[in-house]
């Protein structure tokens, strides 16, 4: 039962087990960019109908973010990846105004995590690089 308690359920924007974030033993700042940086995925994935993508991302990310120092680059470049083929189903169109608003705030912040990370591109060339949602510049 208490497991139970301790675990967001299916569909939040913190879809991880609340253990395996306690267990990342990450600090405050790196918690709250944990914590942004999911809700942006979720907000996204809903938006996009892509639920699946949702989860990986977000347990991508709590990876990324608690590796071992040897093992961040792979992380990180997993989570580039990640959110890339999230963003390359996002369409500001389809999602319903009432949302829109802040699914375009969240877009946009992962917009900016994709440019200002263009190191963990992992081969992508430019058609790789638009396939990750940023054909869509007026979104």
Do not use: K
Request: aromatic content about 6%; overall charge negative.
């Amino acid at each position: 039962m208490i497991e139970d308690m301790l675990t967001y359920q299916a569909g939040t924007s913190l879809s991880d087990p609340f253990g395996d974030l306690l267990a990342a033993d990450l600090d405050d700042d790196a918690r709250a960019c944990y914590e942004r940086t999911a809700s942006d995925i979720a907000v996204v994935a809903a938006g996009a109908d892509q639920p699946l993508a949702s989860v990986r991302a977000m347990r991508t990310l709590l990876a990324a973010m608690a590796a071992a120092p040897a093992l961040r680059p792979g992380s990180w470049r997993r989570l580039h990846r990640d959110i890339c083929t999230l963003l390359s189903g996002a369409r500001v169109e389809t999602v319903p105004d009432p949302v829109r608003p802040e699914f375009v705030r969240a877009l946009g912040r992962l917009r900016q995590f994709l440019a200002e990370n263009t190191d963990l591109r992992d081969g992508f060339g430019v058609d790789g690089f638009s396939r990750c949602g940023f054909e869509q510049v007026g979104a």
